[in-house]
């Protein structure tokens, strides 16, 4: 079964940034084979797709509120999806998570990684 770990939150100002990363235990087209996202989940809130990419790494698709703000990427090599977040509001305040995206067979969620921006 697929692991995945997030990794890169923080505490940070309005404006500043942050680079998240989400690493999957898995090998070969376990992890390759797919398109991922991110996803973030606010207090109260449902979780939220807010950015694509292709099993080859090319962004498929961000959120308007994040985008030209945000930008996801991934090395297959590593097994590993990153988002770069730069510009963060308060409302960027959430738990975000990765996981496979336009799948009805999501891997199982990992713990997600706290995102706070507050001055």
């Known amino acids: 079964q697929v692991q995945l770990v997030e990794s890169g939150g923080g505490l940070v100002q309005p404006g500043g940034s942050l680079r998240l990363s989400c690493a999957a235990s898995?090998?070969?087209?376990?992890?390759?084979?797919?398109?991922m996202g991110w996803y973030r989940q606010a207090p109260g809130k449902q979780r939220e797709l807010v950015a694509t990419?292709?099993?080859?790494?090319?962004?498929?698709n961000y959120a308007d509120s994040v985008k030209g703000r945000f930008t996801i990427s991934r090395d297959n090599a590593k097994n590993t999806v990153y988002l770069q977040m730069n510009g963060l509001k308060p409302e960027d305040t959430a738990i975000y998570y990765c996981?496979?995206?336009?799948?009805?067979?999501?891997?199982?969620w990992g713990q997600g990684t706290q995102v706070t921006v507050s001055s």
């Open positions: 996981n496979k995206a336009y799948s009805s067979s999501q891997y199982n």
């Open positions: 990419l292709t099993s080859g790494g090319v962004p498929i």
């Open positions: 898995a090998s070969g087209r376990i992890f390759s084979g797919y398109a």
